[in-house]
């Protein structure tokens, strides 16, 4: 288990991790601002932009209408394309996002693949090679039994893809199912030039150690990481599992009772503040559309105050009916 070594101090000269929050606006707006990093619309809604920056996720928002996520840091930004690939960086962070049509090629794994292979190439053409946190969101994720399930075919497809990259280290990450009809594979990422330090959760079994039940490859990620100044933790898709087992089944109050103490545990090991404030952006995917509003209900109770964005999204076990991912801020 990696443990946070440092207390909550601050560390002095490492730059400011970058500011995550939920905006009701226009997002041109906020893509004009200084420092301005990336900004993201979900689902259908979400108005079209050609800036790099911006990114619709594929993931409808229960609330509408849905507010979008913005990121900025302390520097100038600049941004661009190259090839597949969409990218902004600046004073000292780096967003990257990648969007493949399985169309174009064979099956998940292939697409996962070379998704991945992609991004090892143009990470090692930057001086942001510290991969800190990854989302990927995935079409029909459950579909397929077995090692034939197209998560566990992505997760091959991802590992392939990758080659030693992640010698060193997993970054946190998220595996979200979404909706559309479309076969659309996207993955974005934020790296740094200084590296973070891995946290894991002495609830759950290491994902890279899951037993070969899970499938081929064991997914590879961290449960969360405390940014390199130590100010903020980016928490992974967190669930119901307990050691390397989903728990509840069949029981949605449960599950999500149990995914908050997952999140509390996350929180002691990094040595972060208890509980979660009004600057802990969270987003809280939930598989059936029908459980969004008791979701919304126990999250409200359970976390005043808190920005959540209620997502629709099928988490990568089909018998889990909902997961947390997010931030906290010291």
Not at 218 to 235: H, N, V
Not at 307 to 318: F, I, Q
């Amino acid at each position: 288990m990696a443990q946070a070594s440092e207390n909550l101090q601050v560390q002095t000269g490492l730059m400011r991790s970058p500011r995550v929050t939920y905006r009701m606006a226009n997002p041109q707006a906020p893509l004009a601002e200084p420092g301005t990093l990336a900004a993201f619309g979900f689902g259908s809604g979400a108005p079209d932009c050609s800036d790099p920056r911006w990114l619709q996720v594929a993931l409808e928002c229960f609330d509408a209408p849905a507010p979008f996520e913005l990121w900025q840091v302390d520097g100038e930004v600049i941004c661009g394309r190259q090839d597949a690939v969409r990218w902004s960086a600046g004073g000292g962070w780096l967003f990257v996002a990648i969007e493949l049509d399985e169309r174009d090629f064979d099956d998940p794994e292939t697409t996962a693949r070379q998704a991945y292979a992609t991004l090892r190439q143009f990470m090692q053409t930057r001086n942001e090679r510290c991969v800190l946190r990854i989302w990927n969101y995935i079409s029909d994720i459950n579909d397929g039994e077995g090692d034939a399930e197209r998560y566990r075919q992505f997760c091959d497809g991802r590992a392939a893809g990758l080659g030693d990259f992640f010698t060193n280290g997993f970054p946190a990450a998220t595996a979200i199912g979404h909706h559309q009809r479309r076969h659309l594979l996207q993955i974005y990422l934020l790296a740094s030039t200084e590296a973070g330090l891995a946290i894991e959760n002495p609830r759950q079994v290491s994902a890279w150690r899951y037993p070969r039940q899970y499938g081929r490859t064991s997914p590879g990620f961290a449960r969360a990481m405390l940014m390199p100044a130590r100010d903020a933790l980016a928490i992974s898709g967190t669930a119901a599992v307990v050691g390397h087992a989903s728990a509840h089944e069949g029981d949605l109050e449960a599950q999500l009772n149990e995914t908050l103490t997952n999140l509390e545990a996350l929180l002691a090991t990094a040595d972060m503040p208890a509980g979660f404030d009004t600057h802990s952006p969270l987003k809280a995917y939930v598989r059936h559309t029908v459980d969004a509003p008791r979701v919304r209900d126990i999250l409200h109770q359970r976390l005043p105050g808190v920005p959540v964005l209620l997502m629709h999204g099928d988490v990568c076990r089909r018998e889990l009916l909902v997961e947390i991912d997010g931030w906290r801020f010291v």
